[in-house]
């Protein structure tokens, strides 16, 4: 009989503390735990098991659910009962069984793992967790600083000759794809990518496993992420809709319009009403994105008042501010500066800059908006009571997709690279001001009017 076998019939108790510490345990969740790295009176190193507590903890209610968890060189699978108790967490498990560990089905014909100077991995949701260290000595990276995150931080897609994504249309189809062009973000060397999917147990996509080769055709610069038309309108109509009615659906559970719910289930709504509102918002930079790339873009250019414009965008994020304890200091109703600009795109850009100063600036703190006018420009200012931009750092957030602490909630690194994009487009600019600790200030400047 194995190990698994003897706990199959038996039910295993443990404690955890509102810290999501193990206070105890019986032998089997002790010794699963310890494998995982962890002892009684640290915080629950199994993550599932740490996951079912928090939610139960969460929410007040007993949250029960199936899990796999992986032990040495097997996945054990197993029932685990989390029920909230005056301030821990009872955990109760059972039904261990022994599971297949994940392993690619075969090779998939078209692509060879070894073709090409070295390799990348990733998983479901396309992180990178696996970076050739060839890559490094090729390259002058660092290939480990790479792993967990987007493969896109790697590399900038590109389209084909005959403007093809062959990676795209190989995610959609879930097969494998030659000759997807791209660049090494690193270090801005064009390079051409081969990939198959991989498949978990069930025959499900678990990732992609791919080859990289050197490219010799030069990319111009600021093309290297360019989306096709097609792949943006496409996703604007798969997307807006549904996420619309799982916006409306969440916020009205969490109003509780139809009668009175746990309190914790109210709470989990809004959790789903912002994440969708934060993918809604994705799907609208991604649109925007592609609009502004265009070599026949032009956004309108007239008279307008900047002061006029950032009381606007204030008023537009007053309920947020005040949801986050944050307070809008907004120019006078008689303060002027008048500018030349697009109204729709310029409250866009102030749009943005504020919602990031008040979700970077603490409960209590203040945002300012000042504005100017010298020099032949019409400036409007917003300052943040935030913990600052490192020098290094202040260059790169106006880049696609980049974002200085990624683990941070909120935001997906398009908003500051378009509204720059749309600033110059303007005849202006958007520029950024900061010490580290002491906030930070973005200006955008138009030509004054």
Known sequence: MTVVESRSATVAHAIVDAEGRLVSADPAIASLNRRAGGAEGQVLAVPQLATAARLARRLGIVVARKIVVADDEN?????????????????????????AVWAPIGDMPGVVPGDGQWR?????????TFVSLEAGALHGFDPLAMLGRPVAALFGFTAADDGAMPMLDALAKRRAFKAQPAVLKPTGRPVQLSARPRADANGDFAGLVGTVADRHDPVAPGDDETLPASFTVGLDRALRAPLARIVANADSIHAQADGPITPGYADYAADIASAGRHLLSLVDDLVDLQAIERAEFRPTIEPIDLADVARRAAGLLTVRADMAGVAIERPGIDTMAPGLGDFRRALQILVNLIGNAVRYTGSGGLVRIETSVADGHACVTVIDAG???APEDQARIFDKFERIDPSEPGGNGLGLFIARRLARAMGGDLTVASVPGEGARFT???PAG
């Open 75 to 99: 996945d054990i699978a197993l029932w685990v009962r989390a029920q909230p108790e005056d301030g821990h967490v009872r955990l109760a498990a059972s039904g261990w069984s022994e599971t």
């Open 120 to 128: 990348w991995e990733t998983d479901t949701a396309l992180r990178l």
């Open 444 to 446: 955008l400047g138009l």
């Open 387 to 389: 913990k600052g931009i």
